[in-house]
């Protein structure tokens, strides 16, 4: 493949993903001579031959130098366990597989600029999602001394134009790239193609990454928590990653975790996005249900929405907004109990939590047993209870005119 030779010596860090954009980047930039520096930030769901495939790829293309970046610990240590504590899911569904991916990114590319002395950096994001914001805000928050270049967002590129300038370069683009855009992380893997495109259409099960195993039996395991974190799979101590990253093939071989969300983007249109987070999904439903047993119901409750809210910001690109660290320090300090174990069946297609067991349990015999009795209180006192409890409905009842009573009933 041949390239114009560089123009001058001004330096461009390009967040790096070997992907279609990314790669039209490289060959794009050098060309308008820029000396490219590529950086790709390993935040899951690769091993080392395609690491070192996208390395020769972006040499390949162009690039002056190419820098990986492991970030996988950074990525859970700074954000995904804080998402975990949150229970977060986009509209219910989607566990932010890219969200705080994008921010980890960024911020890696961006403090790698600021010590390389670069003059610019860049992304290869379209102008119609979620991730020009989130990474336009990262780097001008931590990098904002340096140029920024959005090479597919200004130019207006379809992903056929990318195909076919490479393609005159003598870089080809394997079929399945063209035709859909993947994302793959620790938290979970995002498919984007035609379908995604419309309300109606379904991705075909062939395009999720790995493969179900149809002939697999149903299968339990227990998941050890310690204030929150993950910490053990049927006994065995692991460390958050590698215990996100064994649930990943586990639950991905029963095809656990797949959906496709649809919901508001960050620019005020709606968008679709196909997923595939078996981890996040197994996870997420232990978490929720060991947080049940240990948390009272006003912490329950107060979590839930403050969960939401920091997920929502994380979600829309306001992860370095001071308020972030408020809320880190809530869901923080909610994890306090939440320790135990969890137990989960797998099967085709689902999970689901069979039992929780916790030394912080507040569901205990020697205090109530629901529908039975309780130790602490007489029926005297559950009769008063249920008495004063329902007072402010009886008063307002009395304060009603009749005639706005339903039915005509009255308080005599």
Known sequence: MKLQEHKSERTVVLAYSGGLDTSFCVAWLREQGWAVVT??????????????????????????????????????????????????????????????????????????????????IAHGSTGAGNDQVRFDVAFRAIAPSLELIAPIRTLGCTREFEAEFLAKRDFEIPGTVKRYSYNKGLWGTTVGGAETLDSWDSLPQSVYPGEVDESAAPREIVIGF???????????VLSPVALIEQLNAEGGAFGIGRGVHLGDTIIGIKGRVGFSAPAAHILIESHRELEKLVLT??????????????????????????????????????????????????????????????????????????GEGARLWSSQDAEGFSKIYGIQQLLASRAAAPDTVEGGWKCE
């Open 39 to 120: 950086v790709n930030v390993n935040t899951g769901g690769m091993v080392a031959s395609e690491a070192e495939e996208m390395q020769e790829r972006a040499l390949l293309l162009g690039a002056k130098r190419h820098v990986s970046i492991d970030a996988r610990d950074e990525l859970y240590v700074n954000h995904l366990r804080f998402l975990l504590y949150a229970n977060a899911r986009r509209g219910g569904t989607y566990p932010l597989c890219v969200s705080a991916e994008r921010v980890c990114q960024a911020g890696c590319v961006a403090r790698l600029a600021l010590e390389t002395g670069a003059d610019a």
């Open 297 to 370: 119901s006003k912490r329950l409750f107060w979590k839930e929405q403050l969960g939401n809210l920091y997920a929502s910001l994380v979600h829309e690109g306001h992860y370095l907004d001071p308020v972030c660290r408020d809320l880190e320090a809530f869901l923080g300090s909610s994890q306090d109990v939440v320790s135990g174990d969890v137990r989960v069946h797998l099967d085709n297609g689902f999970c689901r939590v069979e039992g929780v067991r916790s030394p912080h349990s507040l569901m205990s015999r020697d205090v109530a047993e629901y």
């Open 226 to 236: 310690t204030r929150g974190a993950p910490v053990s799979l049927d006994g065995e």
